[in-house]
């Protein structure tokens, strides 16, 4: 790819935002140096190994190391040291008080600021509250530095691609010439550059993700009432869709949005929007939606298995397909599907899982959120003798299951709860389960 004259980029943090802004404008052709605290993670990044399953990510990464234009270090300074822009990519996880908390990107602002060279820039691309870019300044106490926000709008399981084909670059820059200089390092991509000044770039990337999940929860929400009138929600999604003003796109029903941004960045817009003294009851209403869309799947098994309200889901061996937020992921972080089979649990049913990027035996936090849940290795052996079998994840291969076959290993009577609307109703009712999407009357 081609692109304007090669810069030297410090990247601070590895993570999902971290490695593909590193991997990727390394295969733009800049020099860049990733920098992360995790020694194991840095090691393992050395030799080309992902941590994440992410697609193209092993391919850029392999290419930077290998043309020696993508260097893993330890700790922010490496990533601050003899660069020329400097992007903080740390977490910002949700607080104690629903606003971002942002102890990491303030810890590697003061790492960074002694060791930055004269005239560097150094660039926000985590996800954090308006005025968080000046907050950068006062920590860094470095005038000779201009710090711009540059929001990030990359989807786990595209991010490499979103990367390289972004529908816009938002820059926010007090000083134009520092906006114009980050804009220098894009130019080999071919996507409008909006320069605006910080707080608007800010509000932006809050903006965009609040919307999505706004749509989502909207679709969800008129799915509920497509069950309660009798409507089917794909053909009034199809209807809506066709008014060029709406479109389809992002209206896919589903078992409510997860992941490690909707959840976060819904509640710290809420909390932002409180702390300047407006009341954002919309989004509030988009929140509550989707912790609802969460109990209707749950409410979705009790009926399959006939329970009358209030009385425990003992006994009842339920089959999940589907673990990770959504697919293309091994990311479980708020995944709604993680969340219905705690409830399930709670209520006393036996869950059995299958999901092709979890596994049988993971680890650490995964081990931690799955507590009580049976792996298993294949949609075959979750699906023994249960009652109940729920599409949690729309992972392609789960469109295409074997539903005469399913049907003889699940119990009788057994019937399928699709979350994500994957299944032809009329398949699964022929092979004799019983099926209850979303909105499908
Ligand atoms: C989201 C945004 O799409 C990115 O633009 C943004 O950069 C990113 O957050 C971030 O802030 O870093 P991501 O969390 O990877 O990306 O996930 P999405 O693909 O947006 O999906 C979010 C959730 O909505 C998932 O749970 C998904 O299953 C659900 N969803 C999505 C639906 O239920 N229906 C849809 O039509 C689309």
Known sequence: MTTGAPVRVGVVGA????????????????DVICADIDVARVERLRTGDIPIVEAGLAEVVAEGLSSGRLRFEIGAPAAATNTDVVFLCVPTPQGADGGADLRYIETAAAQIGPVLDAGALVVNKSTVPVGSTRAVEDVLQR????????????????AVYDFLHPDRVVIGADDRAAGERLAELYAGLDAPILITDPASA???????????AMKISFVNAIAAMCEAVGANVDDVVEGIGADNRIGTAFLKPGPGWGGSCFPKDSR?????????????????????????????????????????????LGGAVVAVLGLTFKAGTDDLRDSPSVTMVNSLLASGATVRAYDPTVGVEPVDDKAEALRGV????????????????????????????????????????????????????VAVRAAGLGYDGVGRS
């Open 143 to 158: 005038p000779d530095v201009a710090v711009v926000s540059n929001p990030e709008f990359l989807r786990e399981g595209t």
């Open 202 to 212: 800010e509000t932006i990337k809050y903006a965009a993700n609040g919307f999505l």
């Open 268 to 312: 710290a817009l809420v909390k932002i929007a409180a702390d300047y003294g407006y009341d954002f009851t919309m989004m509030k209403g988009v929140i509550d939606v989707n912790d609802e869309q969460k109990r209707r799947m749950v409410a979705k098994v009790r009926r399959a298995v006939g329970l009358a309200p209030g009385r425990g």
């Open 374 to 425: 049976e792996l298993v290795g294949s949609v075959n052996e979750a699906v023994k003798g249960a009652r109940v079998l729920v599409i949690a994840t729309e992972w392609p291969e789960f469109a295409s299951i074997d539903l005469a076959e399913i049907a003889t290993l699940m119990a009788a009577d057994a019937v399928v709860v699709d979350t994500r609307n994957l299944l032809d109703p």
């Open 15 to 30: 993570g999902y935002v971290g490695l593909t802004t590193g991997a990727c404008l390394a295969s733009l052709g800049h």
